[in-house]
């Protein structure tokens, strides 16, 4: 085995690159000589760069090691061959004995077959592959990790002469990166509802960096330092100047500026400085490598934190550049729509508020951070758009559809008049819906139905007011764990706790126990593997299995409810000794609060949800036990008809408007009415007014759904007389068909009642 570039040292080879780079001669003749230089100082016998061709092709480019005729001629498609496979998956692969790779493609024109080892890395430039730079050696050859580093880091200064358009057009550059210009709609992922229509700024342009590499290391390092600094105060200004308020959101931005000070990153781009690149040149390579991870990684959580160090390198490449925030906000269209890769919490603050209409990503989570910001601040946003960035191109005209997860790029006259127009009539919609707010929710007849909102964090407080909710009729619990990265301990709980309470200022809560599992993993409490989450270990079944997560968390709500009225529900309750489980270890906190003197709540209410069909069969025992009952039909749904709640070729299959399901809730509340145990529907089926309207005429006074949507409601409320619906819909429910959604919304046109 030999020993390769840790014998003449990375700053060295990189220097005589950089020289190289900067002599005379056609890009061509540049790379011809690059090559060489990097085959002798690596000790090896062949050096190779692929270069990406429009059509996902890597073109053999230059060689040093392989036979000259194969140059140009050599061609592999990505995902084709090692070469392929090293651009396919944006990283980097050193194999002693590469012909017994799987994807190992011999091109004979090349005379490849007398190297065993291979080394290859791709050639990156903001998230994207511009091509491969290989060594060979004829012997089994173990490469290190240091020169799989090293080899990395010339692949950035490579990258710089590619994109420089000396070797291939800058034309075929773009078009390399790909671009259509026809009309397209590209399916995502609802990441925020709502409409937009605007033009297309790329998330900053890349931040340019012209100069890789360094004389001085210790030069470059005063001047990262100095950018750190810089970057820390404009990061605390931001803060302090963001309005956002308390809570949640803040909190987010918080931990962001703790990874500002992350000695990891740090050390990553010191050691990147001292091996021969400038500050701006390590913090991009840094960010490369960030990248390739991110894009092999699919954990939730920890792409979330990358993809936050991504933004953080953005942030400092601009203060070592000195491109300020400021100057790019004077530049944007009044209707801009930003689209990114993927995005960091604290960009999407750095845009003009107003000018800021929309934004499209290709990456993004529900629960991911920048998702959470862009709720709070009402931005539509969409993600999961596949192969986005290939597709858009500056200014281009793009509609945005937060509400379907959708958008179209460059849409015709047609397209864009009929989303202007959907767009004025919600607007208009919105100011009528304003003025019901100060309105009760009372229907035709008299009857009051209580309507709820439901809520995570605590920025979803703030529409307690604007909607005029008389309360909190769901408040997850498990959302505020999910967007931490650590279990919050009794004290952080009881601070979550205490503000939701101070915020709703009175109004009712109800918060509901953890509901982890299913759909909700938390990131630090890993959930095993089951096979089907949804009837998995989760919710409640959790909790009592770790009794003191349970406890914890009663201690520190009634801690924050001290002195006021505290109401609990558990969910996923299947069995009424669940429930009598559950409830035990509240009193038994209860007691010990008393025990130790602590200041307990006025009242306490403890109630449970229904979603697992069994508990109907045991009403009468757990109607003399709860204090109420809350309906949470998503669940309810997906297990009444063995449906998955979250596969989209089920979404439409079974219709929660069926006699079945309705029979179900109707004997639910009627059980409810007749043992006077206040109930509550808390499911999705709430806030849509149709379904709404089924409701009220099946028994449900109270109703707890997502903040939009009490508008409507209240609209529908106010409009429908009981009565006759009650007696329509105890026939209809009777009926066999597969749905009486049509029946309902007729009966709803024949009444004048607002749908
Ligand atoms: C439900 O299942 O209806 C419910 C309200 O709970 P979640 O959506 O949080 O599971
Ligand atoms: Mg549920």
Not at 101 to 130: D, K, Q
Not at 247 to 266: H, K, N, P, S, V
Not at 523 to 541: K, Q, T, V
């Amino acid at each position: 085995m030999q020993t390769g570039a840790g014998t003449v040292g990375p700053r060295r080879l990189l220097k005589r690159i950089r020289d190289m780079m900067a002599a005379s001669g056609s890009g061509q003749e540049r790379l011809d000589r690059i090559v060489k230089i990097i085959a002798a100082d690596m000790v090896a016998e062949v050096c190779s760069a692929y270069i990406m061709r429009p059509g996902e092709v890597l073109e053999l480019f230059a060689t040093e090691g392989l036979k000259q005729e194969a140059v140009h001629q050599t061609r592999l498609r990505v995902g084709e061959g090692i070469v392929g496979d090293i651009a396919a998956h944006a990283r980097a692969l050193a194999l002693a004995d590469a012909q017994s790779h799987p994807n190992f493609a011999y091109r004979p024109e090349t005379g490849e077959e007398i190297f065993h080892s291979l080394m290859g890395v791709p050639l990156l430039r903001g998230g994207r592959v511009l091509g491969v730079l290989v060594v060979q050696n004829r012997t089994f050859r173990d490469y290190s990790e240091e020169e799989i580093e090293t080899l990395q880091t010339i692949a950035m200064v490579l990258a710089e002469l590619v994109s420089s358009g000396d070797l291939v057009s800058l034309d075929e550059i773009q078009r390399v990166e790909g671009t259509a210009l026809l009309p397209a709609r590209l399916e995502g992922l609802k990441l925020n509802q709502g409409l937009a229509i605007g033009r297309v700024v790329m998330h900053q342009p890349r931040v340019t960096v012209r100069q890789m590499v360094a004389e001085n290391p210790d030069a470059e390092l005063t001047r990262l330092q100095e950018a750190l600094s810089g970057m820390h105060s404009a990061l605390d200004d931001m803060l302090a100047a963001s309005d956002l308020g308390e809570g949640e959101t803040r909190e987010i931005l918080e931990t962001y500026r703790m990874f500002a000070e992350d000695r990891g990153w740090l050390g990553r781009i010191s050691e990147a400085i001292k091996s021969g690149l400038t500050a701006e040149g390590a913090v991009q390579k840094v960010q490369e490598d960030t990248r390739a991870r991110m894009s092999q990684i699919s954990d939730p959580y920890l792409r979330e934190r990358l993809s936050d160090l991504d933004d953080l390198a953005n942030r400092l490449l601009r203060h070592l550049i000195g491109d300020r925030t400021a100057a790019r906000n004077a530049d944007l269209p009044d209707d801009t729509v930003v689209v990114a890769h993927a995005m960091g919490p604290a960009e999407l603050l750095d845009y003009d508020r107003r000018k800021l209409k929309a934004v499209v990503l290709e990456e993004g989570s529900p629960t991911s951070h920048v998702s959470i910001i862009a709720r709070a601040l009402d931005i539509p946003m969409v993600g999961r758009v596949r192969e986005l960035l290939s597709q858009v191109e500056p200014l281009d005209t793009v509609v945005v559809d937060g509400d379907n997860g959708q958008i179209v790029l460059r849409p015709g006259e047609d397209v864009r008049e009929m989303f202007a127009g959907t767009m004025r009539m919600r607007a208009e919609r919105m100011v009528r819906l304003a003025l019901l707010r100060d309105l009760p929710a009372v229907t035709r007849d008299g009857v009051q139905i209580s309507l709820s909102l439901n809520a995570g964090l605590l920025i979803d407080l703030a529409h307690l007011e604007d909607t005029g909710a008389d309360g909190v009729g769901l408040y997850r619990t498990e959302i505020p764990f999910m967007i931490r990265s650590a279990f919050p301990d009794v004290g952080e709980q009881i601070d979550i706790y205490r503000r939701v309470l101070d915020r709703a200022a009175g109004r009712p809560i109800i918060f509901r126990t953890l509901d982890i599992g299913g759909d909700k993993d938390l990131p630090y409490l890993p959930n095993g593997d089951d096979e089907n989450p949804a009837m998995g270990w989760r919710a409640i079944r959790v909790a009592l299995d770790r009794p003191l997560m349970l406890r914890q968390q009663l201690r520190a709500m009634l801690r924050a409810a001290a002195g006021r009225e505290l109401s609990i529900m558990f969910p996923m309750v299947a069995e009424v000794s669940e429930f009598d489980a559950a409830r035990a270890l509240f009193e038994l906190e209860l007691a010990r609060e008393r025990r130790r003197g602590h200041a307990v709540p006025l009242r306490t209410r403890v109630g449970t949800m229904v979603e697992v069909p069994a508990l109907f069969f045991q009403l009468p025992a757990l109607l003399r036990r709860v204090d109420f009952v809350s309906v949470g039909s998503n669940d309810l749904m997906q297990f009444l008809y063995a449906s998955d709640r979250g596969n989209p070729r089920l979404a439409d299959r079974y219709d929660p408007l069926s006699p079945g399901a309705l029979a179900f809730l109707a004997g639910l509340a009627q059980a409810c009415t007749r043992a006077d145990v206040p109930i509550t529907l808390c499911g999705e089926m709430g806030g849509r007014p149709l379904e709404a309207m089924a409701l009220v005429g099946l028994g449900y006074r109270s109703l707890s759904m997502p903040p939009a949507a009490i508008g409507p409601v209240k609209a529908m409320v106010r409009s429908v007389e009981i009565d006759e619906l009650e007696r329509y819909l105890r026939e209809l429910i009777r009926s066999s068909r597969h749905s009486i959604r049509e029946n309902l919304l007729s009966f709803a046109r024949d009444h004048g009642i607002t749908v």
